[in-house]
Nanobody, 122 residues
Framework: QVQLVESGGGLLQPGGPLRLSCSAPGRTFYPTGWLGQAAGQEREFVAAIGWWSGSSTYYADSGQGRFTISRDNDKNTLYLQMNNLKSEDTAVYYC????????????????WGQGTQVTVSS
C-alpha cells in the first residue's frame, strides 16, 4: 500500500509561483504524477515523471513551460513547481502513483493522495 500526502496549496495571485509537494511516508519508486480537478470538471492530467529523478517528464499543454515536476527519492517526495499561475490553474491537485506510468498519465493510478487546493485569484 502506498500512502501519498500532498501539501503546499493555497490562495495565490495571478503570475505568482507555487510549489506543491507530495510525500510518501513509505518508500516508493513508482512513477508518479499530478492531476488537477477544477470545480465541476473531470480530473485532468497535469504532469508525470518516471520512477527516478532523472526519468523523462511529461506535461499537459496547459502547463508546458510553466510547470516543472521533479522528485527526490531520498526524501520520498514529489514536487510540482508552478510558475506564472493563471486563474484557470485553480483546482484541487492530486498526487497519484502506479507501477505503470501510462496509468498515472491517464488518471488511472492505483494510489492517490487526498488533494490540495490551489486557488489563483486577484
Amino acid at each position: 500500500q502506498v500512502q501519498l500526502v500532498e501539501s503546499g496549496g493555497g490562495l495565490l495571485q495571478p503570475g505568482g509561483p507555487l510549489r506543491l509537494s507530495c510525500s510518501a511516508p513509505g518508500r516508493t519508486f513508482y512513477p508518479t504524477g499530478w492531476l488537477g480537478q477544477a470545480a465541476g470538471q473531470e480530473r485532468e492530467f497535469v504532469a508525470a515523471i518516471g520512477w527516478w529523478s532523472g526519468s523523462s517528464t511529461y506535461y499537459a499543454d496547459s502547463g508546458q513551460g510553466r510547470f516543472t515536476i521533479s522528485r527526490d527519492n531520498d526524501k520520498n517526495t514529489l514536487y510540482l513547481q508552478m510558475n506564472n499561475l493563471k486563474s484557470e490553474d485553480t483546482a484541487v491537485y492530486y498526487c497519484s502513483a502506479d507501477r505503470r506510468l501510462e496509468f498515472v498519465r491517464a488518471g488511472r493510478g492505483d494510489y492517490w493522495g487526498q488533494g490540495t487546493q490551489v486557488t489563483v485569484s486577484s
